[in-house]
């Protein structure tokens, strides 16, 4: 069964530097999104994106992150001048369609730990 | 924007059949209601997925009753392996995008 890969799996960084995590979306999938989920709190929506722009963004998704599609099978979330608070799992998710019934597949994330 | 309501955690023993039965009186007419697994370090994943009455596949049946405002997963005969968080979710449909929107789950405890 196709799945949705995230890399790397662990990602340890230094305040204030830049991280970029990646995904690889299911291939006929068109849908994407990034999520995160804090050590033992809910996963919250970070953005979802389509047609290679954003489609919907949460408050946590401030001017620090960015996301981009560099080519076909890519998606990228970009975190400029990490904070101790972007310490957390983020995980990617696709799905074919937008529709309500279309359910969203994810990878097993990234953990991320800014030190 | 439809929240869901579920117990925090639930015990249970190998072999016993589990229902964890989640609240969503907000419900939107073309929602759908998901249901997500998730085990430790891992991504959620997919379990099933309905609009009304019922839904069954390999892995669980999903009971909904015609008001939709609430609705309860059924796992038959759990095994240790069950033993994971388990999201109940209603998608806000955002134009063609659905942003979920997460609760903090059923902690799902399985013992021997």
């Known amino acids: 069964e196709p799945e949705v890969t995230q890399t790397p799996s662990h990602q340890v960084t230094q305040m204030g530097q830049e991280v970029i995590l990646r995904c690889v979306p299911i291939?006929?999938?068109?849908?994407f999104y990034w999520y995160r989920q804090i050590l033992g709190q809910k996963v919250e929506f970070l953005v979802s994106?389509?047609?290679?722009?954003?489609?919907?963004k949460s408050e946590i998704f401030d001017d620090q992150f960015s996301v981009e599609r560099p080519d076909g099978s890519n998606f990228t979330l970009k975190i400029r001048s990490t904070k101790l608070e972007d310490s957390a799992m983020y995980f990617c998710?696709?799905?074919?369609?937008?529709?309500?019934?279309?359910?969203?597949?994810f990878g097993d994330g990234t953990r991320l730990s800014i030190l | 924007l439809a929240k869901t309501t579920q117990p925090i955690s639930m015990d249970s023993y190998e072999g016993q059949e589990v229902n964890i039965t989640c609240s969503h009186n907000?419900?939107?007419?073309?929602?759908?209601i998901t249901w997500y697994q998730q085990f430790p370090s891992q991504g959620p994943r997919f379990i099933i997925q309905?609009?009304?009455?019922?839904v069954t596949n390999e892995v669980a049946s999903l009971f909904i009753p015609a008001d939709r405002k609430s609705s309860t997963l059924s796992l038959p005969r759990v095994s240790l392996s069950d033993t994971a968080v388990y999201y109940c979710?209603?998608?806000?449909?955002?134009?063609?995008?659905?942003?979920?929107?997460w609760g903090l789950g059923t902690s799902l405890a399985v013992n021997p």
């Open positions: 291939s006929n999938h068109l849908y």
């Open positions: 979710l209603v998608g806000e449909v955002a134009g063609n995008n659905r942003k979920l929107i």
């Open positions: 994106f389509y047609n290679n722009e954003i489609s919907e």
């Open positions: 907000n419900i939107a007419t073309n929602d759908y």
């Open positions: 998710a696709s799905t074919r369609q937008g529709a309500s019934n279309q359910p969203q597949h």
């Open positions: 309905g609009y009304k009455t019922k």
